[in-house]
């Protein structure tokens, strides 16, 4: 019994192992990450958003928001710094950070309280 079960693990991780190809050329351009808004304070500072890229990548933002890196040269799990001033507007102010992979467009919209 034990060695069918090994048998079959083994088999079951074979096939997954050679269903995987890290060069699939006709994997669809994507971003993806976990959530797209966040409500700040009116201080300045700065949050984390990890995203899911199956390519290259760009990130532009508002111009009360900077985002480090800019740009990514491959696929992969990117951690991306937004930094944003202190709001000096008299009510609540939101933003966004366009992430570009190939085709594929997702937006991460920034509030920030007064």
Request: aromatic residues 8%.
């Amino acid at each position: 019994m034990k060695k069918q079960l090994l048998l079959l693990f083994t088999l079951v991780c074979v096939c997954l192992a050679s269903s995987c190809k890290d060069d699939d050329e006709a994997a669809p351009d994507s971003v993806y990450m976990y959530s797209t808004a966040l409500t700040v304070d009116s201080a300045a500072g700065t949050h984390s958003v990890t995203i899911f890229t199956t390519c290259a990548w760009t990130a532009t933002g508002d111009t009360w928001i900077t985002v480090d890196p800019i740009s990514g040269g491959e696929k992969g799990i990117h951690v991306v710094k937004l930094g944003y001033t202190a709001n000096p507007t008299a009510g609540e102010r939101t933003g966004t950070v366009t992430f570009k992979a190939g085709t594929y467009t997702e937006t991460f919209t920034l509030t920030q309280k007064q």
